[in-house]
């Protein structure tokens, strides 16, 4: 069975470090692309950043470039967000996705297929 | 940034209702175009991807259509388990993209 499971959340001072983790089982970790996405309270979600199955290419939304690192280590099977410089607007549940590739009408389009339940970071003023 | 916009924010409906959910986006996707499941505490859950292809798992009662820019997720006959939040996200490009959100209630 597939489980992607958060970890790391908390309450955190602004300015404050706070690293997520993001433990996979069921698949083979390495072959896929992992995303983080947040949902704020009471909003909808924000795609937040990306890294390919080898670590080796990563991407970030602009409200986190150069405040959030996203890593892997594929020999623990574990996924993490290292987020430097909180802000208040951080403030939200963060789920780990796993992200699929498929083909389509000669397209090849992607999709979140797992999910994990998520953990709240709280930044506080 | 491709913005994605979903209407309406919010619906109430009956257990048997048919219900549908429209998104656009600010820009052509093709069909990269997916709908999630939200609900409070749970993990999201893949609805329907490719615009109009249902995922494995999901009850027939779902259904998607739409290219382009506009879209929709269609329920018919509501069950009690639906009354969740929905989203739509765009697959075309970085950074991925999310609607705000239909929150379906209970009537």
């Known amino acids: 069975e597939v489980q992607l499971v958060e970890s790391g959340g908390g309450l955190v001072q602004r300015g404050g470090s706070l690293r997520l983790s993001c433990k996979a089982s069921g698949f083979t970790f390495s072959s896929y692309w992992m995303h983080w996405v947040r949902q704020v309270p009471g909003k909808g979600l924000v795609w937040v950043s990306r890294?390919?199955?080898?670590?080796?290419?990563?991407t970030d939304a602009d409200s986190v470039k150069g405040r959030f690192t996203i890593s892997r280590d594929n020999a623990q099977n574990t996924l993490f967000l290292q987020m430097d410089s909180l802000e208040v607007e951080d403030t939200a549940v963060y789920h780990c996705?796993?992200?699929?590739?498929?083909?389509?009408?000669?397209?090849?389009?992607?999709?979140?297929?797992?999910w994990g339940q998520g953990t709240l970071v709280t930044v506080s003023s | 940034d491709i913005q994605m916009t979903q209407s309406p924010s919010s619906l109430s409906a009956s257990v048997g209702d048919r219900v549908t959910i429209a998104c656009r986006a600010s820009q052509s996707i093709g069909i990269y175009l997916n709908w999630y499941q939200l609900k409070p505490g749970k993990a999201p859950k893949l609805l329907i991807y490719g615009a109009s292809s249902l995922y494995s798992g999901v009850p027939p009662r779902f259904s998607g259509s739409g290219s382009g820019t506009d879209f929709s997720l269609t329920i018919t006959g509501l069950q009690r388990e639906d009354f969740a939040t929905y989203y739509c996200q765009q697959s075309y490009t970085i950074p991925r993209t999310f609607g705000q959100g239909t929150k379906v209630e209970i009537k």
């Open positions: 890294i390919n199955g080898d670590g080796t290419t990563t």
């Open positions: 996705a796993r992200e699929i590739k498929y083909s389509k009408s000669n397209e090849v389009g992607r999709y979140f297929d797992q």
